[in-house]
Structures are given as structure tokens and as C-alpha cells.
């Protein structure tokens, strides 16, 4: 039981923490709340399922694919319906929850109410004290540990990631040391997109989904972006893992009463928020950003 809830907590925590990361990144530097970012998971997903199952695509250009299309997705979004109101928080959040609720409705249309799942990546099980883990869920834990290194790299390391970092912090300083303000805010775009895409498409083999299971993650996601604190990556990532132990301590210990899950981790949100009303890495100075 143990190695199962460790296993099932490291597969959905680093899933949620990629998630999370995409949409704090673009809190972080456009300072916007995109309510659609879990609608750029959901139609990763069935992509995956689509190109996998419909279309018998293999399983690497089917990821690659899938990524592409959705951070192209995200990059027109921004630029044909963020970007011209971003300075309008309550626009942004009515035009991205509508946005989010056209998907919904459009793969309702295509694909019906059914529930999919992808093909699995990998197949076979390995042993852990005596529990078959799936190796799928090995595939996903080391995805995820090149997403979150990968992207701490990139934002620490290359020129394009200073670049959003200086962004992040102060806008119209950036601009005046010649960084194009417009164009890192629309890569930053494509980077959380692409984020979501990447969660999207692995979880696809692992979770079962339907038009409307956006809904679920996205709750999910705002309470980790608000547990871990606004505009911090680290602390969306320790947040994420942090809500997927309570959400599998209730599904494995109590089974029947599997459906407060969602509860249980709204519950561990509010206790650490009572003890830190700003998140585990809540900004205190806005230079702490990212």
C-alpha cells in the first residue's frame, strides 16, 4: 500500500507540478490568470488519443506532435485574444474561461461524451516491496524530472530565460535595457502552453478523460499555484506534490469516500495558507519573482 500511495503521488504530483508550472510562469511574467490553461491539458490529451488510437501514429511523433500543436494553440490564443486586453484582469479571465468552455464544447461535438484513454507508452510492470508499479508510471517520473530541471535551466541559464526573469520582475526596466516586452511575454505564452501539452500528453495513457475534465484540474491547479505562492515556481512544484499526497491518502485510505478528494486537498491548501497567508513561497519582494 505504502509503495503504491508513494508511486501514485509521484506520478500525479510531478503531472499537476508541470501544469502548475505553466500557469505560474505566465502569472509570473504577464501577470494574467489564464483559466484556460487546463483546457490546453485536456486537448493534448486527445491528441494523444487520436493520433495513437485513430490514426496509429507512434508514440514519440505523437508527443511531438502534440506539444507543437498545443503551444501553437496557446501562442494564437494569446496573440488574437489575450494580449490586446491583458491589462484587463477581469477580461482575460471571462475570455479564457469562455475559450476554455468552446474547447469543451467542440471536442463534445467531435468526439462525443465517451471516455478515452490513450495507449500506453510502455508496457510491463516492475516490482516495488512486492507491488507491480507499471512502468508507464516510470516513463512519466523521469518525464517530469527533465521538464522541471529543463525548465529551471532554461529560465537560469540561457539568455531568452534571463530575458523573462527581467521581464517578470520589471517590465518597463526590461524594455529599457532592450528587451522586447511583447515577444517575451508571447515565448512565455508558448512555454506554459507547451508546458500544459506536455502534462497533457502523459497523462493521457494514465488518466481516463472526457470533454468536461478540465473542470477538475483546474481547481487543483489554482490551489497549488496558491498554496506554493503567486509567481513561484519552486513553491507550485513542492505545492503540487503536496495536493497529490492528500488527494491519494483519501482515494487509498479511504476508498469509499474517494470522492473527497478533491476536498481533502482544498483542506491541506487551507492549513498551510492559515499558518502562511502568502504560500510556501509566497513573494515577499518582488525581485524574489521566479
Known sequence: MAALIIVSTLVRGGLYAILASGMTLIF???HIVNLAHTAFFMVAAYSMWYFMSRLGVGTVWAILITVVATTLLGVLVYRFLIDRVRQHAQVVLLITI???MLLQETLLLS???????APSFIEGTTEIFGVPVANQNFLILGAVVVVIVGLELFLRKTKMGIGIRAV??????ANLMGI???RTLMI???IGTGLAGVAGAFMSPVWVFHPHIWMSPLTMVLAIVVLGGLGSIKGSIIGAFIIALAENL???LLPAQGYMR???ALVAMLIVLSVRPGGLFGIVFEEERL
Open 28 to 30: 509570473g511574467v504577464a
Open 98 to 100: 469562455a475559450f476554455a
Open 111 to 117: 468526439f462525443g461524451s465517451h471516455y478515452h484513454s
Open 168 to 173: 517578470a520582475q520589471d517590465a518597463e526596466v
Open 180 to 182: 522586447s516586452v511583447p
Open 188 to 190: 512565455t505564452m508558448a
Open 250 to 252: 483519501v482515494i487509498f
Open 262 to 264: 478533491m476536498a481533502s
